[in-house]
């Protein structure tokens, strides 16, 4: 059928053909290839993970955009270099035990899901929780465990982790996730006293409590809101 720019069913036709497998394979080449990120187990992972899937409505349209976009309670799903990055930082193996700080979407889990054994995420707004569930059930992720509650105390029953990945930003690295890091771990999390921006900042457990902080660069990230984060949703 030729395109006849007067027909408003030409509009309607491409929308519904919208090729995610083609954009999501453009996105991986143009926004994390190109920009130094080559690891085969992440790149594959992420080529599976359908972004377009953990957000809602007008904004599937845009899931593979080199940008954040919103999701409910007022969060943003990642952009997705940044999660690559974070990811690669955190130098996992394929029987490492991750915790996610921040689950959002449940974006960030999925990935990190085809790249360990065994996921736990914890996430503080309801809504989110089973936004995630739903979805990462849908999809077929059985190793990923979601958790409601103030993540910046960590999840100690399956502690320690090999890698903590912290997805909002707070004031300082909270004692109780450095403490849940298993000797070698490594922590990502973005901290700063502004609450919209942070430096990421990469920490490794090098002993029983000796731990060497890196800082990786600025970057902006939703509030971590909890006993060892920002006190209040506000500003
Ligand atoms: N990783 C997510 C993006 C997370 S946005 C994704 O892939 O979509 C940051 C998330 O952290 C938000 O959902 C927010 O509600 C959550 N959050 C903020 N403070 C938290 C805390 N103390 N414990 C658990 N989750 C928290």
Redo the contacts with the bound molecule.
């Keep these: 059928m030729l395109f006849d720019p007067g027909n408003d069913n030409n509009c309607i036709m491409l929308e519904d053909s919208q090729d995610f497998e083609a954009e999501r394979a453009r996105m991986l080449a143009q926004q994390i290839v190109d920009r130094g990120i080559h690891d085969a187990r992440l790149l594959s992972a992420m080529s599976d993970v359908p972004r377009h899937r953990?957000v809602e409505g007008l904004y599937q349209k845009l899931a593979y955009t080199d940008a954040p976009l919103p999701?409910p309670?007022q969060?943003?799903?990642?952009q997705p270099y940044i999660?690559a990055y974070m990811i690669l930082e955190l130098k996992l193996e394929p029987d490492d035990i991750v915790l996610?700080?921040?689950?959002?979407?449940?974006?960030?889990?999925a990935i990190l899901s085809l790249l360990v054994k065994k996921v736990i995420?914890?996430?503080?707004?309801g809504r989110?929780v089973d936004f995630?569930q739903g979805r990462l059930a849908q999809l077929g992720y059985k190793n990923v465990e979601i958790v409601q509650?103030?993540?910046?105390l960590g999840h100690p029953a399956c502690a320690p982790y090999n890698g903590i990945?912290v997805?909002?930003g707070?004031p300082k690295i909270p004692p109780a996730l450095q403490n849940q890091l298993a000797i070698g771990g490594r922590l990502i999390m973005p901290v700063g006293r502004n609450r919209r921006r942070q430096q990421l900042s990469r920490v490794t457990r090098m002993g029983e409590g000796e731990f060497e902080q890196k800082s990786l660069g600025p970057v902006a990230?939703?509030?971590?809101?909890?006993?060892e984060?920002w006190r209040s949703t506000s500003g």
């Design positions: 953990f999701i309670a969060q943003t799903i990642s999660v996610e700080v921040g689950t959002g979407s449940g974006y960030a889990a995420t914890i996430e503080r707004h989110l995630a509650g103030d993540g910046t990945m997805s909002a707070g990230f939703v509030p971590l809101i909890g006993r984060g």
